[in-house]
């Protein structure tokens, strides 16, 4: 068994906030593989998706990789000269207390203040985008610790006992009663 390297808030570099394990579906394919070939531990799993804890969260599925998203976003904000805490504040403050950002591949971005002035500008894909799809975050947490722990029995994605064993004695979360595929924990299984 291996440790997982997880790029999360602490490898994008000061002072952006991104969690590409919640909002990059490259991303989160790499991390199912890498899991799949370390076969980490259960309670090293369960660490790592506890992070997913959102009700909602919104996944970019377009082809910019996450460095590439971190440099479109800096770089954007340096030009507008809005890099350092009190100017992006001032940027920020407009009734909303939030701006968009469109990137290159014409996906949308939403910026926010984050809570820890070390990590001040938090960005995620904005809901219902280009490029875009929400999900309930207890569904992504489903559908890669499933991909994950029956990677070898991918005939079992789908079936309801075999998915709520994991839902309940992994993520401790309650079962569902049903897995349609094309809607939720079955919609995103075929997509991810």
Do not use: C
Not at 149 to 173: H, M, T, Y
């Amino acid at each position: 068994m291996g440790s997982l390297k997880v790029h999360n808030y602490f490898d994008v570099p000061p002072p952006l906030i991104f969690n590409p394990l919640k909002h990059h579906l490259g991303y989160i394919r790499q991390f199912i593989t890498d899991a799949v070939n370390l076969k980490p531990g259960d309670s090293e799993l369960e660490e790592i998706l506890s992070g997913i804890g959102a009700p909602m969260t919104d996944i970019y599925l377009g082809t910019l990789s996450v460095q590439e998203i971190l440099d479109t976003v800096s770089t954007e904000l340096l030009e507008k000269k809005t890099f350092n805490l009190s100017s992006y504040r001032e940027w920020l403050n407009n009734e909303k207390k939030y701006r968009f950002m469109v990137l290159p591949d014409a996906s949308k971005w939403i910026l926010l203040e984050g809570r820890n002035t070390d990590r001040y500008i938090h960005f995620h894909p904005a809901k219902y985008s280009e490029h875009a799809f929400r999900v309930r975050g207890s569904t992504l947490r489903t559908v890669i610790a499933v991909k994950i722990k029956g990677a070898d029995q991918p005939g079992n994605w789908f079936n309801v006992d075999f998915v709520n064993e994991i839902r309940s004695s992994l993520l401790g979360l309650s079962p569902v009663k049903r897995i349609v595929r094309n809607k939720g924990i079955g919609r995103l299984m075929q997509m991810v």
